[in-house]
């Protein structure tokens, strides 16, 4: 998508740019990434917690069909879809691509759970009857390509775009500078259907299973925000009655969906309104709930130390917690063979691969066959992308927003 997309929030930094904040005009699902301290990194550590494991190995989970390997692709918002949500040519070949390149999971775009959540032009939609012809298809593509397959469900919240579904945005709080009111007990309720149904829809479609975007500071992440979500409903307050909403859409998911189907989620370990221990709190509930498949921690570096000025990095908070049987991967900067089995060592299941997708529609495979495997130098040229199945207006959103990936 060439134009910025109306209402986005225009001074975020871009993951891909960790040393050099700048505008990111069309990427309104990052939002504040580092809102405050600039993001400080660490040498790579060379203790083993891995004991043995090894990017190749299948990964077994709770439900449904292990994974071939360790290796996730990152959600990653492409705007390619048509104005409807529909799936194009394009985004179906984009991950039908990650799908033979070797990924163990393949995962959509953000995709919007309800018309009120949809936050930009181009999004992918998992809302209506409409969606299913084109998610299915996808499915059956990467079922073929023997990836196991998930769907991102998202709702914007207030960083939805109120100009695309007509208004006023949704939130936990009023929020009139963003178009967005309080939301009703009842729409609240309604939310939490919305992200059931769209995970029977995933299911219907053929997909293995669904993740909840409970990053970035999107609906379910404004929830968790302790400094505005004061709700008085059982829905704000403590961070039990703002991890409610999260709650409910995960027993709500799992009670909905058979017992093959694979429920993840995503969070955000610290900002957006979440310091550090609440987001180790957090993750330590969903954790202990037993009821999550996999949960994806989005670092943005994995060798990221916490803002706050909490000791040692940020992952090792997380990778002691007790887990069960839930698997816990990490994302952020992982651009190598070396990257991932660090990842490994440093006690995650699996690692989410983001930037290095774009550039490598095989980074599994390479990254599977050659442990010197590093991703081409940046930035590439259009070309080069394309022939890793980076359709135009997937293009021309990296160019608007990442100028140090594509030329
Ligand atoms: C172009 C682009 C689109 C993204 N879209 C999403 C998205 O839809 N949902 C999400 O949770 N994160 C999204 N992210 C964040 C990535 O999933 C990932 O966490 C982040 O890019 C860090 O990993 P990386 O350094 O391997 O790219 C996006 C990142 C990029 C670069």
Known sequence: ???????????????????????????????????????????PSSTSRSAGRSLADPLSLGHGPAWRNRFALAPLTNTQSNPDGTLTDDEHEWLAA?????????????????????????????????????????????????????????????RADAALHGGPNQCPWDAPEKDAVAMTTDEVHRMVEDFVAAAVLAERAG??????????????????????????DGYGGSLADRQRALTEVVEGVR???????QLGLRLTPEGFGIPLEEGVETTRDFLASGLLDHLDLSLWDVRMRPRGGADGLLVEHFAGLPRGGTRLGVAGGVLSTEDAQWCLEQGADFVTVGVGAILHHDFADRALADPAFRVRQRPVTREELR????????????AAGWDDLVT
């Open 255 to 261: 009670a909905a969906t058979g017992p093959d189907f």
């Open 98 to 158: 990650r799908g033979r390149g070797g990924f163990g999971l393949v995962m959509t775009a953000a995709a919007y759970v309800a018309p009120a959540g949809q936050a930009w032009g181009g999004q992918l939609g998992i809302a209506s009857e409409a969606h299913l012809p084109g998610l299915a298809r996808l499915a059956e593509a990467l079922r073929e390509s023997g990836a196991t397959s998930s769907v991102q469900l998202h709702h914007g919240g207030q």
């Open 387 to 398: 022939a890793e199945s980076v359709g135009d207006r997937f293009l021309d959103y990296l």
């Open 1 to 43: 998508m060439a134009a910025p997309v109306p209402g986005a929030a225009t001074s975020q930094p871009s993951p891909a740019r960790r040393t050099r904040p700048v505008p990111l005009p069309a990427a309104s699902f990052l939002g504040v990434v580092v809102e405050d301290d600039p993001v400080t990194s660490a040498t």
């Open 207 to 232: 997909f293995d299973g669904v993740q909840l975007h409970g990053a970035h500071g999107y609906l379910l992440g404004q929830f968790l925000d302790g400094r505005r979500n004061h709700r008085t």
